[in-house]
């Protein structure tokens, strides 16, 4: 079918359209900081971004320019390899992390490889989504060989992305009126990941899609997309895709669910895909930061009362993660785990 194998192909409604709208909603947000009430104002823009997009773009974030540029060299001269040494570092069944193009968004391939590591090494996670069973496991990344730098330049880039996640997470925290280090403990093993996205070019861009629709699980999301395009966010007033414009160096934010939970619905983890173009390849690079497995997720209690109950029953990250990620890498007939499972009769 039109030059891609059927496992790739969309269902007719989830194509997406060749014209979309250009629009400038999304916030552009910049972190510099001046004066009195400077935070104030930071934390305000950006609870606003979350309540009306879950998504927003930040400049002046901190993180080094110089660095970025070498991690998107990295990954460039990675995905560049041939097949066969790239597949040295393949994940398998017992360590998630490293090379795939196997990945599935609800149950259709995605146009995509991809490099997974760990931000903390080791990370833990039970050992299956079972809740019975007690079991954790240890996981370490997987490297590859070549290109010689990869490792430490992936490395050094998590811990500056990093420190820009938890900034953000105390922004969140005080755009919610709660204090800054509100959510922090959630992160102290924190689960999360770093992930390097190589979409090749498509023979047939209108039949497939890069990453099918999802919204990101964990917490919060910093991604850095290059100057190709190709992300769109489904705009919550009439369900349009909207695409996000690349910005040179600005980091793209979105609330994931976890945060979504947290906030008792107040900020939304937004519905996202990406489409991909018969010409040009494109990368990007997201971190997903997750909390610790044994966080259990309910809206705050700050944020409850008897006006406004708790929409969301708790359950646990770990185990929701990973039943998750159980049905990422290969076609399953049951539909994946999201929050709306999790879901009280008062959030109707
Ligand atoms: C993802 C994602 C967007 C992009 O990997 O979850 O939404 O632009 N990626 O690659
Ligand atoms: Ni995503």
Redesign the pocket.
Known sequence: MGGVDQAFVQEPEQRPKPSTIEVDGIPVIDMSVSGTGGIEKLASEIGNACRKWGFFQVINHGVPLELRQRVEKVAKAFFDLPIEEKRKAKRDELNFTGYHDEEHTKNVRDWKEVFDMLIEDPTFLPASPDPDDEEIRTYSNKWPENPPEFRETCQEYCREVEKLAFKLLELISLSLGLPANRLSDFFKHQTGML?L?YYPPCPSPELAL??GR?R?GGAL?V?A?DDVG??QIRRQSDGEWIPIKPIPNAYIINIADALQVWSNNLYVSAE?R?VVNSERERF?I?LFFFPSHYVKVKPLEELVNEQNPAKYKEYSWGKFYVNRTGSNYKKLEAKNLQIDHFKTPESE
């Open positions: 992930r996205n890069g990453v999802h990101d999301t991604l997309q190709g992300l996202h990406v990007s997201p």
